[in-house]
């Protein structure tokens, strides 16, 4: 992954931990509202200074978390979300609350459920489980503390309120299992399909390629040739010329009769072997039908064009095919210029007429059909 794109991703899951982290500083917000009615209401049975002191606890909590979101600091942990460490630190929290209160207990046990759920979603189920346990042992201890100090007004129902805490503490461990599980299962699902995802770009571009490749010559069919030329067209600008030529391949024939088939298909494949040896990158080579073929040099002029094709022939002329005997090979060409404005079938035209002039002066040449227009 390149850095930019990892820095990009960095920043969208700091902005989406940033957004979690404000719904549980809502959260807080809500339940430091029902303190202050605890407190106003006579229920909290502390001090005013340990009122103080655990709404102080909350907010630089709070604040000590959020310093750590914004600071990126969250990032260097293997969970940058902190979610077991802010259920840790809501459950302590709470059970400090809870220590406070005796009548309004169980009013209030259901916040340690609602501490548990913002890590359903995140933490693995042992670690959930982890923190299910020390929400139970803290409330547990409160009131095993409360009855050693025989403080608890009714020991039956406060043994109530911990068997329930304990029965949904269980369901609750096993539904945040299923949650991971079931998480799990639907990542495994996503990968299954990027896979599918990644065979089927893979089989498409496969078959793009045999439909735009001749398959005996490896070189581009004539309908690719012709879609890539004419989009290369429509992109000339002014000033600029691509080069265009067709090219035969002489007496081709007469190799087919003689030496049969299988040896003019060897012949078709050498060509192609020599005439992607002697090209740049760029340029554009087909097979155009049979024997002949078509070629496009993008952004050449007229001296360019016709050393290429020049370059093409006496190296074609040299060329050996292997396993195969004959006299001699040789290819005629027929050049000409796309300019801006230009229509590729009057183009095409015009280099098959040089094509034919190549033909007709005695073959293994290369014509321009410049040279006729006096050009």
């Not at 002489?250 to 192609?272: E, M, P, W, Y």
């Not at 005695?362 to 040279?371: F, P, S, V």
């Amino acid at each position: 992954m390149s850095s930019a794109k990892k820095k990009g991703t960095q920043k969208a899951l700091q902005s989406l931990l940033l957004k979690r982290f404000g719904m549980a500083a809502g959260t807080y917000g809500l339940a430091l509202l029902l303190f202050v009615v605890l407190v106003v209401g006579g229920q909290f049975q502390a001090e005013p200074s340990t009122a103080l002191l655990l709404a102080g606890l909350v907010i630089l909590s709070q604040l000590a978390f959020f310093v750590l979101f914004v600071s990126g600091t969250n990032l260097r942990f293997s969970d940058p979300s902190l979610t077991e460490a802010q259920v840790i630190v809501g459950l302590a929290l709470h059970t400090y609350l809870m220590y406070n209160l005796h009548s309004a207990r169980g009013t209030m046990l259901v916040l340690y459920l609602l501490i548990l759920l913002f890590g359903v979603f995140q933490l693995a189920p042992r670690v959930f489980a982890r923190c299910a346990a020390l929400a139970f042992i803290g409330f547990a201890s409160v009131n095993l503390w409360d009855g050693f100090q025989m403080n608890l007004s009714d020991p039956k129902l406060a043994a109530l309120q911990v068997g329930v805490l304990a029965v949904m503490l269980i369901w609750l461990s096993l539904f945040a299992g299923y949650v991971q599980a079931l998480r799990q299962r639907m990542r495994q699902r996503r990968f299954a399909l990027q896979a599918h995802q990644d065979t089927l770009r893979g089989m498409m571009r496969q078959l793009e390629d045999l439909v735009a490749t001749d398959e005996l010559t490896g070189l581009f069919n004539r309908r690719h040739f012709l879609r890539l030329a004419a989009r290369e067209l429509d992109g000339l600008q002014d000033g600029m010329q691509h080069g265009l030529a067709l090219i035969d391949l002489d007496h081709f024939k007469r190799i087919n009769d003689q030496h049969g088939h299988a040896s003019g298909d060897r012949v078709l494949q050498t060509f192609a072997t020599v005439a992607q040896a002697c090209l740049r990158d760029g340029d554009v080579l087909a097979r155009y039908g049979g024997e002949e073929f078509v070629l496009l040099l993008p952004n050449t002029d007229a001296d360019q064009l016709t050393a290429c094709c020049e370059r093409l022939r006496e190296a074609f002329a040299n060329a050996e095919p292997v396993g195969l005997k004959v006299d001699s090979i040789s290819l005629s060409a027929g050049m000409t210029l796309l300019v801006t404005g230009d229509d590729l079938d009057e183009a095409l035209h015009r280099a098959d007429q040089a094509l034919y002039r190549a033909k007709h002066s005695g073959r293994n040449c290369c014509h321009a059909a410049w040279e006729n227009s006096g050009a």
